[in-house]
């Protein structure tokens, strides 16, 4: 399956560009970085030497798809795909897996 702004929840998001457009903590709204690590209730998001440690609840991530990605006619154009992070709470392992529409296993 390939990796659109539609299945992204559904896809690994390890070296993806990522930013923190909302956040439960105000302190976390901005951040912006790759994504290094991930578990089932943080995204680790790393830039300039620091990581950030970031729950997933609570929070809504702005991801960027490269063009190529099937998510724009223009191949060259990179997308940004917003995620309500309660969407990505689940072992990645697991949330990868999963087959079908449904959000639950």
Do not use: C, Y
Not at 13 to 30: T, W
Not at 86 to 103: C, F, K, Y
């Amino acid at each position: 399956m390939p990796r659109t702004p539609a299945t992204l929840a559904r896809h690994e998001l390890l070296g993806l560009a990522a930013r923190v457009s909302d956040a439960a903590d105000p302190g976390l709204v901005g951040i912006d970085g790759t994504v290094v690590a991930e578990s089932t209730n943080t995204v680790s998001i790393e830039q300039g030497g620091r990581t950030w440690q970031v729950p997933k609840a609570g929070a809504t991530f702005a991801f960027d798809l490269p063009g190529d990605a099937g998510a724009s006619p223009d191949a060259g154009e990179p997308v940004t795909v917003a995620v309500d992070g309660e969407r990505l709470i689940a072992r990645p392992a697991r949330r990868t897996e999963r087959r079908g529409e449904s959000t639950w296993r």
